[in-house]
């Protein structure tokens, strides 16, 4: 069973950054995806940015250059580094892992900018 743990988010103002992390622990397979979702009140969970184990990444057109994403295979490690916050990236913030055949969740956290 695959282990998926977010840490990092919290409150800040706008125009302001957080850094999330998530580390997946336990797949007997290559995790070929690592990315990143969010979920805001009333709203469906929409990608925020993925990343493949090659280097290829997705961007959100509604993060693009505003946020980075970037992974340790290694440590099967991703990280969203955010920057120039807006009240709009208000939301819960679930990273996902992708291994053949299934998908692996953590259990979210929450980043709240504040205007």
């Known amino acids: 069973q695959v282990q998926v743990v977010e840490s990092g988010g919290g409150l800040v103002q706008a125009g302001g950054s957080l850094r999330l992390s998530c580390a997946a622990s336990g797949s007997r397979f290559r995790i070929n995806i690592m990315g990143w979702y969010r979920q805001a009140p009333g709203k469906q969970r929409e990608l925020v940015a993925s990343?493949?184990?090659?280097?290829?990444?997705v961007y959100s057109d509604s993060v693009k250059g505003r946020f980075t994403i970037s992974r340790d295979n290694a440590e099967n490690t991703v990280y969203l580094q955010m920057s120039n916050l807006k009240p709009e990236d208000t939301a819960v913030y679930y990273c996902?892992?992708?291994?053949?055949?299934?998908?692996?969740w953590g259990q979210g956290t929450q980043v709240t900018v504040s205007s």
């Open positions: 990343l493949d184990s090659s280097g290829f990444t």
């Open positions: 996902n892992a992708v291994v053949p055949r299934l998908s692996y």
